[in-house]
């Protein structure tokens, strides 16, 4: 064979290798994204068909405290736009850890979700030694849906008509009033032995199963006093069956103005808030939490819910679900600093 033929014979043969080989990487990038676009149109269909059965709405109290009014104002709202009922179940008990482990547990279909709270989802990481479930592992974040500042709040048989006149009351009578909270180891509790620390009171606490007990026992004169969201506290205090002494909001709140602030009667650096928001199961698929986000979101930002969560002292939500996660992880490493001052940990 000549060099002329021998040139063509290893062209021929290099070309053909090469022409094989693109077009075999080039069947395979057409592999590639029509298997890309099935998943998409997989997961656009999914979406668009969900749900297609009714949805359990875990909440993690007792009914009738704030937690419980939200979920069920939410629900009622999403059952109308998504066409399917969502059914609020109250599942109440360790803190919120018994709701907490179902939906933790529950298959992650979007069929199951869970109205967490500043307990369920930051501080009983703290307060519990063995807790059953992980707030940042175990769940995907939907939104928060309501941000709410605490009243102190007494029952009118307590002889203090103003802060100064409660502080001088349990002073002088240390261990003689009880407060009530929504369970030990709760927002309420918590927040409540961080103000006593902060003021140096001796005051005996009584844990409830849910704010909605705490609030019937509180109303009745069974407690004497306690750190009340404002769902709960605003309706009693106009009728004169509760006495608010402060806020724990940088600022007053307008549906209750005549109540100062905590920094404004003495303790600046005493700023917190109770929280809720909605996650799901973790590993639900990534549409179908944009889509319950989206649902959410425009709940919230409707003119009805919007003016009744003003009217009852809260901020609505609506973030985006990493900015609620990140809202999580802060939370969780703030409030165990306080639970070191409370003192307290479950077994």
């Known amino acids: ?9 290893y062209w021929r043969v290099i070309f053909a290798k090469g022409r094989d080989r693109m077009l075999g990487l080039l069947a395979g990038a057409m592999t590639m994204i029509g298997a890309t676009q099935a998943m998409n149109a997989h997961a656009a269909d999914r979406s668009s068909s969900y749900p297609s059965r009714p949805i359990r709405a875990l909440v993690p109290f007792a009914p009738g405290g704030a937690t419980d009014i939200m979920a069920r104002t939410i629900s009622a709202k999403l059952s109308e736009r998504l066409g399917q009922q969502v059914v609020v179940d109250n599942r109440g008990g360790g803190g919120g850890n018994i709701a907490a482990q179902m939906a933790a547990r529950s298959a992650p279909d979007g ?6 709270t500043i307990s369920t989802l930051a ?5 519990f030694r063995k807790l059953p479930y992980d707030p940042q592992k175990d769940f995907a974040p939907v939104t928060t849906t309501a941000i709410s500042p605490m009243f102190l709040v007494t029952v009118p048989s307590v002889p203090a008509t103003s802060y100064n006149e409660l502080i001088a009351l349990a002073k002088a009578k240390p261990g003689a009033l009880n407060y009530a909270s929504s369970g030990t180891g ?5 927040m409540m032995e961080l103000f006593l620390s902060m003021t140096n009171l001796k005051v005996t606490h009584v844990p409830y199963k ?9 109303l009745a004169g069974q407690v004497q006093m306690s750190l009340q969201q404002p769902p709960g506290a605003i309706p009693y205090l106009g009728s004169g069956k509760l006495r608010a002494h402060a806020v724990t909001s940088k600022r007053r709140i307008s549906t209750a103005a005549e109540v100062p602030t905590m920094s404004e009667v003495g303790l600046p650096k005493f700023d917190v808030a109770s929280w809720q928001g909605l996650v799901a199961p973790a590993g639900t ?7 319950l986000h989206a649902e959410v979101k425009d709940i919230l930002a409707t003119r009805e819910v919007q003016s009744r969560l ?9 973030i985006a679900p990493d900015a609620f996660a990140e809202h999580i992880r802060r939370e969780i490493a703030r ?3 306080v639970v070191k001052i409370a003192g307290y940990v479950s077994e």
């Open 1 to 9: 064979m000549n060099r002329m033929l021998l040139a063509d014979y």
């Open 111 to 116: 069929y199951t979700i869970f109205y967490g």
């Open 123 to 127: 501080t009983n990481v703290s307060t």
């Open 186 to 190: 709760g927002a309420s509790h918590l």
């Open 210 to 218: 849910g704010a909605g007990p705490a609030l019937t026992d509180l």
């Open 285 to 291: 698929p990534a549409d179908i939490v944009r889509r």
């Open 310 to 318: 003003i009217a009852e002292g809260s901020e609505p939500g609506g």
């Open 335 to 337: 409030w165990a600093a």
